[in-house]
């Protein structure tokens, strides 16, 4: 048998984040549409001050909310990514590197974006 020489590929790395935001979007993207669109606003299970600018806020000057809130916005960013690349491939539309760089460029940007504005705000 011939040896084989495997090539360097960055694929597992958008994989992982794909798969990390599949994972928080299946888990955890109903609760949040659940709480933030039905719950509070009808006062359904929680007060509805409970999502008021000074709790939310307070909620985003911590380091652990921080955390959180970074995580949903960066993975669902990377998951959305990856999906509409292959998406593009699964209808037909072949853009190779353009289409590439589009869609991950645009989660690298919202992820800065996220990170700039949580840390703009301060702790």
């Known amino acids: 048998m011939k040896p084989t020489t495997l090539k360097r590929s960055n694929a597992p790395i958008f994989w992982a984040l794909f798969g990390a935001g599949g994972m928080?979007?299946?888990?955890?993207?109903?609760?949040?549409?659940?709480?933030?669109g039905i719950a509070v606003p009808l006062g359904v299970v929680l007060p509805p001050?409970?999502?008021?600018?000074p709790h939310m806020l307070?909620?985003?000057k911590n380091f652990i909310g921080k955390g959180f809130i970074f995580a949903i916005i960066a993975l669902f960013l990377w998951h959305a990514a990856h999906r509409i690349f292959h998406s593009l491939h699964d209808i037909g539309i072949h853009a190779g590197t353009g289409a590439k760089l589009?869609?991950?460029?645009?989660?690298m940007v919202g992820t800065l974006i996220a990170a700039y504005a949580l840390l703009a705000i301060g702790f």
Do not use: H
């Open 24 to 36: 928080l979007s299946a888990l955890l993207g109903p609760m949040l549409v659940f709480i933030t």
């Open 49 to 53: 001050d409970t999502m008021s600018y």
């Open 58 to 60: 307070a909620f985003a």
């Open 102 to 107: 589009l869609c991950y460029g645009t989660a």
